[in-house]
């Protein structure tokens, strides 16, 4: 191969990678306190969650972040999260190699002044606690929805936000839980905490709180 071709080829290769990084950067300008809700498409797991809470527009949400920090680009903007073992900070472009099927929250601007306080906790105080295999509200593990929820109470005890609701793991219909729940807390040897108070992404999605602002890729049961 001559070298004006391999040159050429090169330049080929270098203007797709580009073209294709300058479509995944948002047209939009995010803020700190935006939530993204994500479509994990994480297995059974996140079936069961998806399965029993329809989020925005009938979206399947199974994960959710709240942002940190905003930089000038995906590798720069961060987001805490509750994922794998801990509480931890993720870069967007981390965040979004895992799914771009994600919907951005907005709280309204009454409750704006809320977000630096509920960040602030969460950056100081939650990052690098467990992560809430339980899915118990009342201890010292957190879950996704929960840092959220736990830093707007922080800021808030008496915000309606993010409200708490009855979770339930069973088979929409049914007063049977699903398998996948069975199977994960015998392996935890802890009970289905069938009725305990929580929330989940889907629910938060729908909050009378927050409006939906920007869309990368419409979520699986997005009905518009």
Known sequence: MSAKHFFALAMGGFFIFYVSLM???PSFNF???DIFFQD???GPPCDAIEAVTQGYMGSNLSH???ITEVGPDLKTTKLAEAIGETVTETTL???LNRSNKVLV???NKEHAELIPTALNHIKSNLI?????FIFDITDDSYYCSEII???LQFADSNQQIMQLNPMTFNVPGTNTPFIHWIEYYEELNHEIPEGELGLNPGGMSRSEGLEIIYIFEKPSGYNN
Not at 128 to 132: E, F, L, Q, V
Request: glycine share 16%; with cysteine.
């Open 23 to 25: 479509l995944r950067q």
């Open 31 to 33: 803020q700190e306190g």
């Open 40 to 42: 994990l498409d994480c």
């Open 64 to 66: 959710c972040a709240i």
């Open 93 to 95: 472009e981390e965040f």
């Open 105 to 107: 929250g907005r709280l």
């Open 128 to 132: 690098g606690k467990p992560y809430d």
């Open 149 to 151: 929820y736990e830093g």
